[in-house]
């Protein structure tokens, strides 16, 4: 993480926020930045307790708002850190993004599923933040461990995509992991809807072509041969499947991805296919925004849709 001033984490109380909590710590911790840990109580359970037990809700949300900041600060204590509390009463996502905003955050961590999560993947509340907050999201899969081992990052080609680069090696720069820069293509001679010409269809053509992806992606990334730094190609016609199957087969901690590129990996932010993709991943996922919506797009090697 780069540049980090202010950080906001969610905390439900839930397994995978608790761990995002600790996430946090150690992240505000590499980069003394002020850390802010926010818990939402939902307006509407307020409300159903005033109503079953006849108690005024003003009294139901001091009770409840109290209980929570002790427990908050206890979480902060035990994981280590110190934190601006802060308790809010209403919508969790609309309060989560206005704590973002508030504190001009660089950073927003939430747990991959919260309290109510009936799958492994990536909720209904942290597919929200990903789509609107406009900052850096991580979220903390609920298979996370104290740190990030292995990262792989997505890379295809866009500005965006090396920004998810940098940020995968300012990680591993505190964690000391390996990165795999991981680019998923769908060789062209497979997306003809006629035959091949005869160049395409030699065996020679297809190691030149994969040999020259292999270059481009090492020049792009600046390999260095003293970084831990894998550069890998994975053949998929859908980016989004390819990068999941990839990052379970090397047993990935983290996955970078760049919120806006060429291919353009804006499945993060809308549609549900892309929602059911996200919600595959059980490690944990950080989405890098792009600094303009048009980033500059180099003539592509390779394309292919992402759904």
């Avoid at 397994?15 to 939902?42: F, G, P, T």
């Avoid at 747990?111 to 789509?131: E, K, M, N």
């Avoid at 293509?185 to 020259?212: C, E, G, I, K, T």
């Avoid at 590129?261 to 991943?281: K, P, S």
Wanted: net charge neutral; aromatic share 4%; proline share 6%.
């Amino acid at each position: 993480m780069n540049q980090l001033r202010s950080i906001v984490v969610a905390v439900d109380f839930s397994l995978c926020s608790l761990k995002a909590l600790a996430h946090a710590v150690r992240i505000a911790r590499w980069n003394e930045a002020r850390l802010h840990a926010v818990h939402v109580i939902d307006a509407l359970v307020v409300s159903d307790l005033a109503e079953a037990f006849g108690i005024p809700r003003g009294e139901v949300s001091a009770q409840a708002t109290h209980s929570a900041a002790d427990e908050l600060s206890r979480q902060v204590l035990e994981a280590g850190g110190e934190a601006t509390i802060s308790i809010a009463i209403g919508s969790p996502i609309d309060e989560i993004l206005r704590a973002v905003r508030d504190v001009s955050a660089d950073l927003l961590l939430v747990g991959a599923t919260g309290s109510s999560a009936t799958h492994p993947g990536a909720g209904t509340l942290a597919i929200q933040c990903v789509r609107k907050a406009p900052t850096k999201v991580l979220l903390i899969g609920y298979e996370a461990g104290p740190s990030f081992r292995t990262i792989v990052t997505g890379v295809d080609f866009s500005l965006t995509s090396l920004r998810a680069v940098d940020q995968a090696r300012r990680v591993a720069a505190h964690e000391g992991t390996e990165i795999h820069c991981l680019h998923v293509y769908d060789p062209p001679w497979n997306r003809l809807n006629h035959p091949v010409p005869a160049a395409a269809s030699q065996p020679d053509f297809h190691r030149q072509y994969l040999a020259a992806l292999q270059r481009r992606l090492e020049k792009f990334v600046d390999l260095q041969p003293a970084t831990q730094v894998r550069c890998a190609l994975f053949p998929h016609p859908r980016s989004g499947v390819g990068m999941a199957e990839y990052a379970r087969h090397v047993g990935a901690d983290l996955i970078v991805l760049g919120a806006r590129g060429r291919t353009n990996l804006h499945w993060v932010r809308a549609g549900t296919t892309a929602e059911r993709l996200l919600r595959e991943f059980a490690c944990s996922v950080l989405v890098v925004r792009a600094l303009d919506p048009a980033a500059a797009l180099p003539t592509p090697m390779s394309s292919q849709p992402l759904s």
